[in-house]
């Protein structure tokens, strides 16, 4: 019981020592941003008001701006796990007295030996697996809850921050994350649960398009028009409902959703490989979750869709705005919806860019792009990589790698369609790790989605070769 232990001794550290002088680092995605806010909200109602920051990565390039020998407890929270030894060595470095320091984290631990002064909370420690069981957010809350039962109206955040993560991979929260987390919100009847369909974007747009732009299979409704409007008429006609076009997902009724779903599935079929079928339920049939404090029909009331905007802001470097929003704040609302309008706009010229522009070339098992900083912008260039599926000279049936120039060095992004992982049990995050070790760089991320910063591409795809 290491995870367990660890967080009795994470709350004794916090709480029990009455630092003056406490930072706390977050993540930046929507993850990070729900780690800060429930530990904002937790430690505020202890009496505890430290200094907050957010930190896109733990790296060489980063670490000597942390302050280490300013503060008595350093509190980091949906990162750390995988850089205890780089803080060690940057402590060490500074001959200064180690500052006490607590990680509350899901990623994969890396460490030669634990430092005394460093206490590191995460899941995996216990065995629980920290893609789909248990979240950033999620280590914050179960510190939260363990403090006060009356911190259990923080679940909200745990839930914001496991979506954003996609732990409901599988198509439903599991693990911690249902039998805890989920658990205290719909006891509190903070969110709902209901059985939907697995098509994004429930509440923002209509039915049609989320159709159009499903991208686990490629069917003959993908990117055509006419042909999904032809496909409701026939789900309409052969269930006796009446979906009109310009229905959101959000207003059909659970028989409708089971229309639509079934009939699509049976579409499907036709267009995945046999050993393949047995997969394709969980990509179209799943559990959607919503904030009943919000509205039906706005960006807030599904979690998925309230995590999308967290990250376009958050990919453009504005965390101000999704933190306000977060903790209740809606006046921040209109900031938001225009950086969601901005980002939508980058990603429908960066489409257009690789519709037209962009060579994508075939390898055996893989397939690759390159592009520069200025056709797409680095900050997009994997959900560009993911949406690419529904392009014609993208093979969906393979994984794809976006190679993106930087000012120095590349970005590389990996995606997958889930049926594809599911299916062929790919995993892109140890190739790419594999791959960008090779050629000097560092990488990680999901099994279907990840990244990676490399000085150099040269043999950067030999090794992909090696490894996928
Ligand atoms: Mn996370």
Redesign the pocket.
Known sequence: MEYLSNMQKATNEILNHKYDNIIVYT?I?T??LNSRAVLEETLSRQGIFPEYRFLRQIDYGTIGDIPFGDYDLVIFA?LGSGQIDMIDAQIKSMNIKPPKIVIFD??LCQFKKMPEYITNVNPSQDGLNGSIEL??AGVCYLFARGLSLDNRDLSKYALL?AIG?VQNLNGKLEGLNRNVILKDALDLNLVSKSPDLQFYGKHTRPLFTSIKYFTDVRTDLTDNDSRIINFINHVNKKYDSEITNTNYIYQLSETQKRAVGSEFFKKCVRYVPKEWIPYLPKVIFGESYELLNHETGTSFRSLEEYSTCINACSRYSEYEVPLEILKGNMSYESKMLKMLRKHKRNLAKSMDTIKNDVEVVQKDKFQYFEVSNNEIQGNIVGIIAGMSYSIEKVDWKKPIFAISELDEGYKISARCPKLLSFAEDINLAKAINYASEKVGGTGGGHKFACGAYIPDKKDFVKYLVEKV
């Open positions: 993540h995605d993850d990070g949906d899901h990623h979240c950033g921050g993560d």
